[in-house]
């Protein structure tokens, strides 16, 4: 069936409706296509019972091309509800309170159990085995650069013993969580700012709310539990990658045995050190996949403007993965035991 819907909301043959507000209704197998005369818009809407269409659905459609209209005469991107500004307050101040209040939504759905399992597996395939490589390289050379510089010092003041103990605390308090937070956060946050960013402009997240699913449990959440998980996995990874480059490169350059590294970090190396890399993790991994989630449910002004999120939620989540790492350290080591170092010179 094919009909022209006018601004009455009702179906006719081809020559009824009229007005800038008409558009083209394709009907077939009880699934309703509304599509604009300029074709630049279409919206299909599947009924809930096959053969009847929806009332909701239809209305819900007539409020977006309604709202739309209004965004166009505010100078606004058609599709995506206008400028996000309010009385001259930054936009990336807007943005840092939707991405909070986003990421207290993902723990209460959490907690609610609102979780698409499947979203989630297939996002934890992305963030996991997919970086693990790109992370293992990194964290090799970053190992290998550090003993470059300890050994050499440590040796000309007689402390071998300590560059094992010495490594691993620097590998495991700052620069494993760290290193692999700003891999993730170029590799996977581009990605969901990007991703999400085209859905926004594409008005695909508009189609998720028109049949009645909420786009942060379907689309963000998933992310958000895939990048807490998956990280400190990473993370554990790329320490041992650390220390193992490390140990290679002391025995084969500076004659410093296995035994000798591994001994000290075994002695230096304490719970709170392995729950400080943990614990930096699951927070540096929600960071980026909020941040980058929230800039791209953001997004307005088509291409230009994915780019643009795409960038900025690269920065943002750089700046508050540092931020939170000095937050982090300061509560988890201001008061911690200063015997490590002691330990493994013994």
């Keep these: 069936m094919l009909a022209r819907v006018g601004s009455g909301g009702r179906c006719g043959g081809r020559g009824e409706g009229s007005g800038s507000s008409s558009c083209l209704a394709r009907r077939c197998g009880g699934v309703l296509t509304l599509s604009r005369p300029s074709g630049r818009r279409t919206a299909t809407l599947h009924p809930r019972n096959r053969g009847n269409v929806g009332r909701e659905e239809y209305s819900s459609y007539r409020r977006r091309r309604e709202w739309d209209t209004c965004a166009r005469s505010r100078g606004g991107e058609a599709g995506t509800g206008g400028e996000i500004e309010v009385a001259g307050v930054p936009k990336w101040l807007l943005r840092s309170c939707f991405a909070l209040v986003t990421v207290g939504q993902v723990v209460v759905k959490t907690f609610r159990g609102k979780i698409h399992v499947r979203n989630v597996l297939e996002q934890l395939s992305n963030v996991g085995p997919k970086s693990l490589s790109v992370c293992l390289l990194t964290s090799c050379f970053v190992g290998m650069v550090f003993t470059i510089q300890f050994t050499r010092e440590f040796a000309r003041l007689g402390l071998t013993k300590a560059v094992g103990g010495v490594l691993a605390l620097a590998l495991s308090r700052e620069l494993v969580p760290v290193i692999t937070a700003v891999i ?14 085209t859905m926004r402009v594409s008005e695909q997240i508009d189609s998720l709310r028109m049949l009645s699913t909420d786009p942060v449990d379907y689309l963000v959440t998933p992310r ?53 890399l943990i614990l930096k993790s699951v927070v540096f991994g929600a960071i980026i996949s909020s941040v980058s989630c929230s800039w791209g449910m953001t997004t307005q002004g088509g291409a230009k403007g994915v780019g643009e999120s795409t960038t900025s939620a690269v920065v943002i989540s750089l700046v508050a993965i540092f931020i939170a790492d000095f937050f982090l350290s300061f509560a988890i080591f201001q008061g911690a035991s200063s015997e490590s170092i002691k330990a493994c010179m013994v």
């Design 184 to 197: 993730m956060a170029g590799r996977i946050g581009s990605a969901y700012a990007a991703e999400l960013g």
């Design 224 to 276: 958000v539990i895939a990048c807490a998980i998956a990280l400190p996995l990473l993370a554990i990874l790329c320490f041992a990658m650390g220390i193992s480059a490390s140990v290679l490169l002391a025995d084969l350059v500076y004659d410093v045995g296995p035994n000798v590294i591994l001994d000290s970090a075994s002695k230096a190396l304490q719970k709170s050190d392995i729950f400080a």
